[in-house]
């Protein structure tokens, strides 16, 4: 009964509040007591009515406060399987303390009068659903406006906090239907019928072959985590990645660079893109005049290139969620990079609480390549330990995932970088670049450990294949020059890499 009563008064104030709001802006917030009593009374003498109704409304689907009690009483006896009626409905308000707030069991009566067509309850759930939708709008609305006068408000926080309820003001009262299989199926063979008349990947191309070979290129709604120890070479994969889906395939792509600024990512795409050493990019070694051209020829494609890229730092995860769906619906975009997840804001309300915050990004991430179709490839830190394991060539495993397991539990897909040369494991010393891409997870299909090469001169990584045929080819070279004879009759093997930037024609 205490309970109760600390309770009542909290609701009312609610409502209060809703009410007050609306007669500041001159009107009453959106309501229809009679849709409530008919759905109420409907729920009295219709069990058919029941599931229907208990599946999609919730008390605040109902704007009288006597509405409100009658609904939940109803609500706590369908949980206890009780038969719903005039006695139980009336028991369980008493119990409560409830019954003469609402007006007693002539109340109840009455309500069995207003009852319209009980045909008509779905269409009578629909209203009550929208009014429901638009006070909670208005509610969010005015909490905005009131932090939006207050100058102890940080700009970030209110935009962080401004969108989280208008968030969920829209997502707490929409519900996916249930589908049956058999349209399932059907949608599924349609699926199979595409992707047979349709040659190459089903994805977005990795643009390396091996990669590609296992994943069939990124596949749509999957959330990809790409995780390695700092300097291991993250964001150096992932821009190629990038580079690959928008410059040779014409994929739109979205990068989040909340760790680099957007000019040093577009320096380190000019090093792969052209060849030339990342001293002469950065300034410390002068450009040659024919350099200068060599930029102009070689930076065309990648100048004009879909790639956008954003480089606000400590996005907050509601914030990068707007702007994806803003992207994805404006320039088409097809693949999503963030990097790297650890560096987002979570929901404000779990600030200081670590692993739930983090958590709650990697369940949002998954959530927005799945709304909006489209693969989202995230980078994570590995933890310490990873380096310290004895035996196994310290290969990276899901375990070491920092801050969370949550990031595991919620990827479709894990992938690590292992470089031999930066954990100290190459036999030869002068093997430099070595480097396993491990697919620890692949929800939909196999795992696997892909050999490559990374060239840190050109910030770029290839196959191991053909890095041997490049190796070929400059042995050939070398043996030509050393007899007199010219080199031109050196021809790569199809899939090597061009001196200018050219990558596998693996589709």
Same mark, same amino acid.
């Given at each position: 009964?205490?309970?109760?009563?600390?309770?009542?008064?909290?609701?009312?104030?609610?409502?209060?509040?809703?009410?007050?709001?609306?007669?500041?802006?001159?009107?009453?917030?959106?309501?229809?007591?009679?849709?409530?009593?008919?759905?109420?009374?409907?729920?009295?003498?219709?069990?058919?009515?029941?599931?229907?109704?208990?599946?999609?409304?919730?008390?605040?689907?109902?704007?009288?406060?006597?509405?409100?009690?009658?609904?939940?009483?109803?609500?706590?006896?369908?949980?206890?399987? *009780?038969?719903?009626?005039?006695?139980?409905?009336?028991?369980?308000?008493?119990?409560?303390?409830?019954?003469?707030?609402?007006?007693?069991?002539?109340?109840?009566?009455?309500? +069995?009068?207003?009852? =319209?067509?009980?045909?008509?309850?779905?269409?009578?759930?629909?209203?009550?659903?929208? !009014?429901?939708?638009?006070?909670?709008?208005?509610?969010?609305?005015?909490?905005?406006?009131?932090? +939006?006068?207050?100058?102890?408000?940080?700009?970030?926080?209110?935009?962080?906090?401004?969108?989280? !309820?208008?968030?969920?003001?829209?997502?707490?009262?929409?519900?996916?239907?249930?589908?049956?299989?058999?349209?399932?199926?059907?949608?599924?063979?349609?699926?199979?019928?595409?992707?047979?008349?349709?040659?190459?990947?089903?994805?977005? /191309? +990795?643009?390396?072959?091996?990669?590609?070979?296992?994943?069939?290129?990124?596949?749509?709604?999957?959330?990809?985590?790409?995780?390695?120890? /700092?300097?291991?070479?993250?964001?150096?994969?992932?821009?190629?990645?990038?580079?690959?889906?928008?410059?040779?395939?014409?994929?739109?792509?979205?990068?989040?660079?909340?760790?680099?600024?957007?000019?040093?990512?577009?320096?380190?795409?000019?090093?792969?893109?052209?060849?030339? +050493?990342? &001293?002469?990019?950065?300034?410390?070694?002068?450009?040659? /005049?024919?350099?200068?051209?060599?930029?102009?020829?070689?930076?065309?494609?990648?100048?004009?290139?879909?790639?956008?890229?954003?480089?606000?730092?400590?996005?907050?995860?509601?914030?990068?969620?707007?702007?994806?769906?803003?992207?994805?619906?404006?320039?088409?975009?097809?693949?999503?990079?963030?990097?790297?997840?650890?560096?987002?804001?979570?929901?404000?309300?779990?600030?200081?609480?670590?692993?739930?915050?983090?958590?709650?990004?990697?369940?949002?991430?998954?959530?927005?390549?799945?709304?909006?179709?489209?693969?989202?490839?995230?980078?994570?830190?590995?933890?310490?330990?990873?380096? %310290?394991?004895?035996?196994?060539?310290?290969?990276?495993?899901?375990?070491?995932?920092?801050?969370?397991?949550?990031?595991?539990?919620?990827?479709?897909?894990?992938?690590?970088?292992?470089?031999?040369?930066?954990?100290?494991? %190459?036999?030869?010393?002068?093997? *430099?670049?070595?480097?396993?891409?491990?697919?620890?997870?692949?929800?939909? =299909?196999?795992?696997?450990?892909?050999?490559?090469?990374?060239?840190?001169?050109?910030?770029?990584? *290839? &196959?191991?294949?053909?890095?041997?045929?490049?190796?070929?080819?400059?042995?050939?070279?070398?043996?030509?020059?050393?007899?007199?004879?010219?080199?031109?009759?050196?021809?790569?093997? *199809?899939?090597?890499?061009?001196?200018?930037?050219?990558?596998?024609?693996?589709?």
């Amino acid at each position: 009964m205490a309970d109760e009563k600390t309770r009542r008064p909290a609701r009312r104030k609610d409502k209060d509040n809703l009410g007050t709001l609306g007669l500041e802006v001159g009107n009453l917030p959106p309501q229809a007591l009679d849709v409530e009593e008919a759905v109420l009374g409907a729920l009295l003498i219709e069990p058919n009515c029941i599931d229907e109704a208990m599946d999609e409304l919730t008390p605040s689907c109902f704007y009288s406060e006597k509405h409100r009690m009658i609904f939940e009483a109803m609500r706590s006896l369908n949980t206890e399987h *009780v038969a719903l009626d005039f006695l139980s409905v009336s028991q369980k308000l008493k119990s409560s303390g409830n019954l003469d707030a609402v007006g007693g069991t002539v109340a109840l009566v009455q309500l +069995s009068q207003k009852i =319209g067509a009980a045909a008509h309850i779905e269409y009578y759930i629909r209203i009550l659903k929208q !009014k429901c939708i638009q006070r909670e709008l208005i509610t969010a609305s005015y909490d905005i406006l009131k932090a +939006s006068y207050d100058e102890a408000v940080n700009v970030d926080d209110l935009i962080d906090m401004s969108q989280t !309820k208008i968030f969920a003001a829209i997502q707490n009262n929409v519900k996916k239907d249930v589908q049956e299989i058999g349209n399932v199926i059907n949608d599924a063979l349609d699926d199979i019928q595409r992707l047979q008349d349709s040659s190459g990947l089903s994805g977005v /191309p +990795s643009g390396f072959p091996s990669v590609d070979k296992i994943t069939l290129g990124w596949q749509a709604s999957d959330l990809i985590i790409l995780a390695a120890r /700092p300097s291991v070479g993250k964001t150096a994969f992932v821009l190629n990645l990038a580079r690959n889906a928008a410059v040779d395939h014409n994929m739109p792509v979205a990068f989040f660079s909340l760790e680099m600024p957007a000019i040093q990512l577009a320096k380190r795409m000019m090093v792969s893109e052209t060849r030339l +050493s990342a &001293d002469k990019i950065k300034g410390g070694v002068k450009l040659q /005049p024919w350099e200068w051209e060599q930029l102009d020829i070689q930076l065309k494609r990648l100048a004009t290139s879909p790639i956008y890229i954003d480089d606000t730092p400590s996005l907050p995860v509601m914030e990068f969620r707007s702007k994806v769906k803003k992207l994805v619906k404006q320039k088409g975009v097809r693949l999503v990079v963030v990097d790297y997840l650890q560096l987002m804001q979570g929901p404000s309300e779990l600030r200081g609480m670590r692993e739930q915050e983090v958590a709650a990004i990697s369940r949002t991430l998954k959530a927005t390549a799945k709304e909006m179709n489209v693969p989202i490839i995230a980078l994570s830190q590995l933890s310490r330990q990873s380096e %310290n394991r004895v035996g196994s060539n310290r290969r990276p495993q899901l375990s070491d995932l920092r801050e969370s397991g949550s990031i595991e539990q919620d990827a479709d897909m894990v992938i690590f970088i292992h470089r031999y040369d930066y954990q100290g494991l %190459n036999e030869d010393p002068n093997d *430099v670049g070595k480097t396993q891409i491990i697919i620890a997870k692949h929800r939909n =299909g196999a795992i696997a450990d892909i050999d490559m090469r990374f060239r840190a001169d050109e910030v770029r990584f *290839v &196959d191991e294949q053909e890095s041997l045929v490049n190796q070929a080819a400059s042995i050939s070279v070398a043996s030509a020059m050393n007899n007199d004879n010219p080199p031109f009759d050196v021809t790569p093997s *199809v899939g090597a890499s061009d001196d200018f930037g050219g990558t596998s024609d693996f589709a």
